[in-house]
């Protein structure tokens, strides 16, 4: 139920620093929600119930607007988890729930997103516990902030609700509870609300959940002031993301974008082109997010089944890179990029020129790089096995013109950019990579 909220007047205010903020927030969402499973769309009940606590306690707009997105965000930092660590660490919360680490990337991460400050501290302290035995800080009683509070008590129902058919199993808890792991004060309201029956429930993050709550105005305003390039503040959090899962893609996804790069404009390609590849390129296996790390990271060869999970990835980049209204023409560079050029690849089989030519770029990059580095289950092997490889595929795996224009790459070349390029911020790379443009050509 959503309540009809006659605050909503700016719903459909146009603003372009709105539209690409709601991007960045949707992506996380998704990303969370890849890295939950089974609570899937738990946050959107959080936020939303949190924002209704929140009113009640008639909290200022600031408040309200960090519990709203403290409630969609907070475990943003579980991407970086194995994906069985709720078992794992039973011994950090009563609920068998919950990694200090979590608490600590996922406020990082947040703290790329401009007027996000105030969240990132709800998130880091969205695990404290009233009495002081929570996580990170131990902090206690009021040293808690309000609204890491409210997320913590509705984080709790809304976990033991997917699971727990007693309703009065979940009331018994919490008011357990109270004085312990939670605010008291705040159980007593929740409590109110729960035997009112009117808690807001969204099951997804649509425009009526995101109006609900009622300070579009407010929300316009803030992010009028924002200086920055929303393009660059997306890539550096999905760069923060992809890391935070899984250290080996992120140095893959940025050779593989230095890579595609080289080769689109040996190619002759128009500029903005070679740039929309090297945004392809670095996002082209952010889907691993929604993979879990077992089978990433697998020593020895895959089932049958590992492999279909595996194989989801594209599809799955496409979907989060599709969250972003600036990125739309990128999307569909990640999911063809393990499509091959003699229709034997996935996900949709596409062949030939039916395959964009940035995905064809990529594909080859992509493959130089999983054969020159060191993989889970085997050491690096040689730039000179690596063009091996790629030629005796062409025309079979990868288009003919992209891999001629890759072998006249000189090696010394590739290594130079890898150098330059692997560690620096994603958003410093286009200026180096255009640098190099002109040394070499
Ligand atoms: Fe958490
Ligand atoms: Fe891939
Ligand atoms: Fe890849």
Redo the contacts with the bound molecule.
Sequence with gaps: MLPNNNLTISRFIPGNERRRFKDIIKFLAMVVDLAEGYKLHNNYRVALSGVQLGTELNLNIESLRNIFYGGLLHDIGEVGMPTDFDERTTQYTDEGKGNPHHTIVGSRIVSLIPTLEGVTKIIRWHHESWDGSGFPDNLKGREIPIEAGIISLFDAYYVMNAVEKNKSVIEDYLKNMSGKKFNPGLVEIFMRLLKKDELWTPDNLNDDAWSAIGMDTYEVAKLQDVKGDYVEIALNVIAQVIDAKHKYTHG?SRR?MVLSSLIAQRMGMEKSYVHLIEQGALL??SGKVGIPREILDKPEGLSNEEYKVIKKHPVISCALIQNFTSLKEVAPLARFHHERYDGNGYPDKLDREDIPIGARVIAVA?TYD?ITSNRAYRKALSDGFARHEIRKYMGKMFDPLVVNAFLDIPEHEIKLAFDLIVNQPVSSVSNTLSHIKTNTF
């Design positions: 893959h593989v082209h296996d992509d999983a």
